[in-house]
């Protein structure tokens, strides 16, 4: 990590703290799931500090959630607390995604929460997938079913993926996984990489009007009627 650039009085800016948010679809009590996600966010935090970044994290448990992501899902008003965890994920500097496997395919719940979200609520936003299962036969379904779905949402996936079947706990290439893909995520977090891009591009992406996105537009005074598609939109050039 390159030294800080120095201010005019001398000393290194101060860095807003980060936060992680989990999202853990297990349903058990105890969740092999739900430890996974602690796992992995307690080493990306491990890494953070070493950075000399401040970072926190917190959870978002989806089985308490159900009831309301299938309200949602119906009449597409979120709850209270529905709503409460959407805010939270639009705040996020980074998102760890963590679901069981059932039948060779992710969580029912999982998919059903990530459908309920805005378009663009995860635009650039660092995500790092990770899935549980009672078999090693489901180690690619993070890969070839996650990762298309926040490619869709436009978020940036890791290039490792977190996998964990009931032999791989005792095992020490779990630890070196995690440490990889949490060493990514660090990276990632500490670039800011959702913040320079969005900065740059946010008009270019197509965006729901009063969403739940941080930038999202709330009224009339926010558009930008100059934007490429909005020219577009009114019949001219982009």
């Known amino acids: 990590m390159s030294a800080p650039s120095e201010n005019q009085g001398g000393a290194a800016p101060e860095r807003a703290p980060r936060r992680l948010v989990v999202i853990s679809a297990g349903t058990a009590e105890p969740s092999s799931t739900r430890m996974l996600a602690d796992r992995i966010a307690q080493r990306t935090l491990f890494v953070l500090h070493g950075m000399g970044i401040d970072a926190s994290a917190s959870v978002i448990e989806l089985a308490p959630l159900a009831v309301d992501i299938a309200g949602a899902t119906v009449a597409a008003f979120p709850s209270e607390k529905l709503q409460a965890a959407i805010e939270q994920i639009a705040g996020a500097d980074a998102i760890i995604a963590a679901t069981p496997v059932y039948k060779a395919g992710i969580s029912g719940l999982f998919k059903s929460f990530i459908d309920v979200l805005d378009d663009d609520l995860l635009i650039a936003k660092p995500v790092l997938l990770a899935a549980t299962a009672g078999s090693s036969r489901h180690a690619l379904v993070a890969d070839a079913q996650m990762r298309p779905l926040f ?88």
């Open 151 to 238: 490619a869709y949402m436009r978020a940036l996936t890791l290039p490792t993926s977190v996998f964990a079947s009931p032999d791989d706990w005792s095992a020490g290439e779990l630890g070196d996984r995690v440490g990889r893909a949490a060493t990514e995520l660090a990276i990632l977090v500490d670039a800011q990489v959702e913040r320079q891009i969005t900065d740059r591009q946010w008009s270019g992406y197509q965006h729901r009007f009063g969403g739940n996105a941080t930038r999202a537009e709330r009224d009339t005074a926010d558009l930008d009627f100059d934007s490429p598609l909005m020219r577009l939109a009114a019949g001219g050039r982009a």
